[in-house]
Structure formats: C-alpha cells, structure tokens
C-alpha cells in the first residue's frame, strides 16, 4: 500500500529521456488496466464471497499499481505527442514480440498487425507536422521508422475476418501465452485512448483520424484476443495475467545495452545542462563530472558498441568510422578544455561548441548503431553486452558524494588518458567474465 505522497510520483522529463522509457511506461500501464479490468470481470462470475474478498483487495493494489505508472507520463506532453508515443509502443512492441514468437502462426498474426501499425503512426505523424507543425521524428528520437504501412484503406475488414485461430493451452509455450496478453493489452489500452480522445479536437481532419485509426484498434483487439485459447480457466488466466506483470517487470531494468547507453547519453545532456547554469565551484566540479563520464562513456562504446557494430551491421564499417572521427574531434575540444579554468571568459564558447558536438554524435549514434543492434540482437546478447557498460559507468559517478563540496575532493580523476586506460580495462575484465 502506497500513501498519496508515493502515488504522487514526479513524471519524466520528455526532452530528455529514452523514448523507450516513455514506451514502457504506456505498455504497463496497458499491462495493469488489464489486470484490474479482468480482475473485476473474475468478481463479478465468481460466487464464493472470499475470493471476492481477496480479488478486491489485489485489484487495489494493482490500482495504485497503474496510478504510478501512468502518472510517469509527463502533462507537458500534448495529446498527440503521446498520441505517436502510444503507436510507437504498437510498432516497436508488436516487432519485438513477432521477432521472439516460437509459434510460426503466432509470429504471422504479430507482423500482419505491425504493419497496419506502421500506417497509424506515419498518418498521426502527418496530422502531428500539420498541427502543431513539428516532426514526429523529435519524439521517436530515430529508434522508430516513420513510413507507410498498409494503407489504411485495406485495414477495413468483415469484423469475420478478424477472428484468429487461438493457441492450445497445453501445448504450447509460455512465452506464447505471454506475448498474445501482452499485445492484446496495449491494443486495447491503445483503443480506449483514442475512443475518449478523439472528441476533443476541434479540427475535423483530427476527430475523422481518431474515428477511424480507433475503429482499427477494434479490429486489433478482436485479432489478438482471438489468439488466446478459450478453453483455460478463471484461474488459469488469473495466473496468466500476473505472471505476464512479473514477465514485463523483470525485463523492464536496464539490462539491455542500449537502454545503458540511452540513460547515459540523458546524463550527458544534463551535465552540459547543469554546467552551463552553474557558475564558481560549482561550474568547476558539474565539468569534472561531465569530463569523467564522457571519457568512460566514449571508451565503453569503443570497446563494446563499435565492434559489435561491424561485426554484425551490414555497412558497420562504414557506420563506425564515422563516429569514430566524431568522438576524436570531440576528444580533442575536451582535451582543450580539460587544461582550461571554467572561469575563463574563453571557456564557456568552447564549452558550447562542445557540447553541440556531442549532440550531434550521440544522435548519429542512436540512429545508426543502437537501432541496429536493437533489430538484429536477442535479449541475452544485449545484457551480455551491458555488463561492460556497467563497468565503464561505475568509474563515472553523476553526482558527488553527498558532503563533499569540490571534484578534487569527490574522486581522484587524473589525465583523461588515464581514466580511459583504466576503464577499458575494466570493461574487457566483465566481457572477459
């Protein structure tokens, strides 16, 4: 149980977080309005007043559950920027799921549906450019393609047609079970968002979208929920139902290289930020940190993103050299200002330069690397590799150590050559291990 201050929980900053963190945070809150949802259905067909008495008081908890997730998302975010975020959740949650399914029939439902998907975020996008004349690309961030699907005149089908064929409980694999819910659950929460936002708008062209796009969902909801086996019990759904949270849940932390790297690449942006506004000591100690994480940052990527990239992304070789002269043209700004006193007027102009030049690496890097390795790598890969990002980023704390006031004080840095000797070789002993 939660009091209504740990249920008030601070939202994200949308310009400065991983999109996936966005995209998680919409398919569990899906994940937990259908476990509350199916709870009371549960209720309301059972007659032993215990279990009544037990559902309501999981369904409670669930609720809070749902409150703090949901409430993660940001206010400042408008009704269409989260609009995209909500397709970007079906194109990229429905791929990932399609890419995982054993099931050969399974897998063909999964990539018939991401395609249609693809056709609501390109038109959502194009409303999005057209209202409030900006890019969908801004929220995707890149890690998710803006493009045609199946044009939106083929997705109207006789609701017969929709109907597939369910999976056999007994025979088939748990992962099976799991991936139906978890798509039927962000479909439907997808669904009702868009049955209650579409009146809102006044510009005809947006309400007509909302209209149709949410007639699809329909469809989506009837095509994933048939694929769940009409024969399992109550409780066998109940069961289905928590084990697919503590599924999610679990794979939710950070143990997926890119999402280490994303995160870092935020502390990056907020390091500059922080620089930037501070002055005195302050500015002093805010450059200290942001030189030791770029430098643990840069050589982590050197050793774990970069070889990955050309062993296994076609044109890799290509991709890496490129960002390899990004990162010795940033290293030879840093190296300038890592010799100069933050407060010298001639700082704060380099500083800049800098830091749009890091910008500008970070963004090519999570389009043409992490993407790639996002779509051509496994789960078990992807922590195998975050284990020597993690060893980088524990030589790179963000924030002193409470109490103590200057850099010099907080950690003993040394020659940003040194740093990165040293994190290599901690990054190649966890690979190692």
């Known amino acids: ?65 749902q409150k703090v997730v949901n409430w993660l998302l940001p206010g400042v975010s408008s009704v269409l920027e989260t609009t995209i975020a909500y397709e ?33 975020l390109y038109r959502y996008a194009n409303l999005y450019e057209m209202i409030e004349h900006r890019k969908a690309e801004s929220i995707v961030d890149g890690l998710t393609e803006v493009m045609p699907g199946r044009p939106t005149r083929f997705h109207h089908r006789n609701p017969v047609d929709n109907v597939r064929d369910p999976y056999a409980k007994d025979a088939t694999d748990p992962l099976s079970k799991l991936h139906a819910l978890t798509i039927m659950s962000a479909e439907q929460q997808t669904m009702n968002f868009y049955m209650n936002t579409g009146p809102t708008y006044m510009e005809p062209i947006a309400r007509q979208l909302y209209q149709e796009i949410g007639l699809i969902e329909e469809e989506h909801v009837t095509h994933y929920e048939s694929l769940v086996d009409p024969g399992e019990t109550w409780w066998e759904q109940l069961v289905n139902h928590e084990y697919n949270e503590c599924y999610l849940y679990y794979c939710a932390p950070g143990d997926d290289v890119v999402a280490l790297l994303m995160r870092q690449h935020g502390d990056i942006r907020n390091l500059f930020d922080e620089v ?25 990527e050197e050793e774990v993103v970069h070889p990955f990239v050309r062993r296994n992304v076609e044109g890799g070789d290509e991709i890496v050299d490129a960002r390899l ?34 910008q500008e690496h970070a963004r090519a890097e999570e389009r043409y690397e992490f993407t790639h390795i996002r ?38 840095l040394g020659p940003v050559a040194a740093l990165m000797d040293r994190t290599r070789d901690a990054v190649r002993k966890a690979l190692e291990g």
């Open 375 to 412: 779509r051509s790598t496994d789960a078990a890969a992807l922590a195998a590799l975050a284990k020597g990002v993690k060893a980088a980023e524990a030589m790179a704390p963000t924030r002193p150590h409470p109490g103590v006031e200057s850099a010099a004080a907080n950690v003993t």
């Open 276 to 300: 930037e506004a501070s002055s005195g000591d302050a500015r002093q100690d805010a450059f200290r940190r942001l030189v030791r994480l770029l430098a643990v940052h840069e050589t982590a």
């Open 88 to 120: 970007q959740v079906a194109v990229d949650l429905t791929a990932w799921v399609a890419r995982m399914e054993p099931d050969p029939y399974l897998k063909q439902a999964y990539q018939f549906g991401v395609l249609e998907d693809f056709d609501h």
């Open 1 to 65: 149980m939660r009091n209504w201050r740990e249920l008030n929980v601070k939202p994200i900053d949308p310009d400065h977080c991983d999109p996936y963190t966005r995209c998680r945070i919409i398919a569990m809150n899906g994940i937990e309005v259908e476990a509350i949802m199916f709870s009371h259905q549960l209720a309301r067909n059972t007659v032993d007043p215990e279990v009544k008495r037990q559902l309501a008081r999981t369904r409670y908890i669930e609720a809070q559950q």
């Open 325 to 358: 002269g990004e990162e010795r043209a940033a290293k030879e700004t840093l190296s300038t200002l890592d010799d100069t006193d933050t407060r010298d007027p001639k700082f704060m102009p380099q500083f800049l330069s800098l830091r749009a030049d890091v």
